[in-house]
């Protein structure tokens, strides 16, 4: 795509970039690689990803910023197949939102309470009243 760009004059600022491993391969926010001759999943961030997430000080309802940061250690939990790669993720979000104005103390509660879940019950879908009554 990059050479093609450059023949053909077009003036980008995108650039296109492969990386190759032949243990580990990234898709969105997930890597997958080999470890114990099984393959298991980990967060991936983007080097260039800003954590710039909703302001603690921003007009939002009180269940809204809770919900913010739970939403978070959650997915980091379902996507981290072992608990020491939940741990080094959430250890990470927990230092990122500080700068949106969120507690350490409340933060690390809050991946605490996310550990403690089990990650088989976070994978599958939360059945509710309204999708009984669809069926």
Do not use: W
């Not at 996310?114 to 669809?134: G, M, P, Y």
């Amino acid at each position: 795509c990059n050479s093609y760009a450059t023949k053909n004059s077009y003036n980008s600022s995108i650039k296109f970039t492969m990386e190759y491993s032949r243990s580990d391969v990234v898709f969105l926010d997930t890597k997958v690689k080999k470890h114990d001759g099984a393959l298991i999943t980990e967060l991936h961030c983007k080097p260039t990803a800003t954590h710039t997430y909703l302001h603690k000080l921003s007009d939002h309802p009180t269940h809204t910023l809770r919900a913010n940061p739970l939403s978070q250690f959650i997915r980091i939990r379902r996507i981290c197949h072992l608990l020491t790669d939940y741990r080094k993720h959430a250890t990470q979000f927990i230092n990122f939102y500080p700068n949106r104005g969120y507690s350490v103390k409340t933060l690390t509660k809050i991946a605490t309470e996310v550990e403690a879940r089990d990650r088989n019950t976070l994978l599958h879908k939360k059945v509710t009243e309204k999708d009984n009554d669809s069926t």
